[in-house]
């Protein structure tokens, strides 16, 4: 037995699934969110960072596979930079899938490729102080500028969830108005193109790879589109295991997953099982 055990899967699917990935790691893809599944989630988006066991457990495990993919709402490059995934030799076959799919860094060219971006984003960029402004509620709000995206964060505001609710209905207005779609998050609104999404992101990937199983690890409600991919693609035949990040904040993902782990840190152990059940090299 390898010393970190391999937790069991609590629905049939998920036994099946985990069971297909331990038996042809070589046909699997493990697809990963980043903020919240490989960095603990911090006030201060631009201080995220991959979990220090992250990189170490992904290039013991990734040569045993088809394929690792980082899927995030971040720009790709951003990801790449806070994950420390670029120039580690066992992770040559990564994939990035940033923006939820709308950028692509492939380590093996150390390239972001990317369409141009919807011209609604930046006539968002704009209007939005004088959207908050009018709320009320933009005092301890944060703007991101994602370039493809823009994120409203709540984290740090007197009253996040309150904030939340306030921003919530404008924010929807000012994006149906520019043709974007409103995503919600941990106290983030994030306002984007739609027809964009994790689950469209993870399908295509799947398809493209040909892998013959697939597990995907999310934490938060974004991750939910991917989860009904691969529900999508079990229902298609091919075996898939849904895990889900836990935490305090966002229960909805728990749900539906066949695992849940414990944070980042449980991610990271659950790679390192992975890992010794496939017959991944010491660390």
């Known amino acids: 037995m390898g010393s970190h055990p391999l937790p069991t899967p609590v629905t049939p699917a998920g036994r099946d699934g985990l069971a297909a990935l331990l038996a042809c790691p070589d046909r699997a893809v493990v697809a990963l969110d980043f903020d919240g599944t490989l960095a603990e989630i911090v006030p201060d988006p631009e201080r995220a960072r991959a979990h220090p066991g992250a990189v170490p457990a992904l290039a013991r495990l990734a040569p045993r596979l088809r394929s690792v993919a980082v899927i995030t709402g971040r720009p790709a490059g951003v990801a790449v930079r806070y ?21 692509r860094w492939d ?12 011209p609604g984003v930046a006539a968002v960029q704009a209007e939005l102080p004088g959207v908050l402004d ?8 944060w703007v991101e500028d994602k370039g493809r995206a823009i994120a409203v964060h709540t984290r740090r505001a007197a009253d996040p969830q309150a904030a939340f609710d306030a921003l919530s209905g404008p924010l929807a207005g000012l994006a149906a108005r520019h043709g974007l779609i409103v995503e919600p998050g941990r106290f983030v609104l994030e306002l984007r193109p739609p027809g964009v999404d994790k689950g469209a992101a993870l399908a295509a990937y799947v398809r493209e790879t040909g892998a013959g199983a697939v597990l995907y690890a999310g934490d938060d409600l974004g991750d939910l589109a991917a989860f009904a991919a691969v529900g999508k693609l079990r229902a298609e035949g091919l075996p898939g295991v849904l895990v889900c990040s836990g935490s305090a904040e966002v229960t909805e993902l728990a749900e539906h997953a066949d695992l849940v782990v414990d944070g980042p840190g449980g991610v990271v152990a659950l790679l390192e099982a992975l890992a010794e059940r496939t017959g991944g090299q010491p660390g």
Not at 83 to 103: C, D, F, R, S, T
Not at 134 to 141: H, N, V
């Open 134 to 141: 009018a709320s009320g509620a933009w005092r301890g709000t």
């Open 107 to 118: 380590a093996a060219t150390g390239t972001v490729s990317a369409p141009a971006p919807h």
């Open 83 to 103: 994950g420390g995934l670029a120039g580690v030799p066992e992770l040559a076959h990564l994939v990035v899938l940033g923006h939820y799919g709308a950028e």
